[in-house]
């Protein structure tokens, strides 16, 4: 089980994931994972990752943020941040299976 605050840098992910560095990178390219540079080295919110994969919900949430022109630190902050409408996090609403009701608040933002 992850921690709420914890965070992974890509030599954790490599790690984790099983995958090479350049897998990681895509990953991150390919919005499949959150990334932030604003504590230094490339990191990933850890509950981003279930079962040793990336959240499949996510990547749909993050094109629906970025595309409303919310920037990748933007998004990881609402991703983790508490949401009125949902009760909890977006991250955790979509960790308990409410993927729809994370996008429609994120639709909501625009």
Known sequence: MTQDNAWLAVPDLVTLLGQPVGR?????EEHRLPAT????PLQV??????????LTELR????VLLDQ???EDEAIDWL?????????SPIAAMRAGGKASVRKAAQLLG
């Open 37 to 40: 540079r604003r504590n230094g």
């Open 24 to 28: 990681i990178h895509r990953l991150i």
């Open 80 to 88: 983790l941040a508490e949401d009125d409408s949902l009760g909890m």
């Open 60 to 63: 749909g949430t993050l094109l």
């Open 69 to 71: 022109g919310i920037t």
């Open 45 to 54: 919110p850890a509950l981003c990752i279930r079962d040793g994969e990336p």
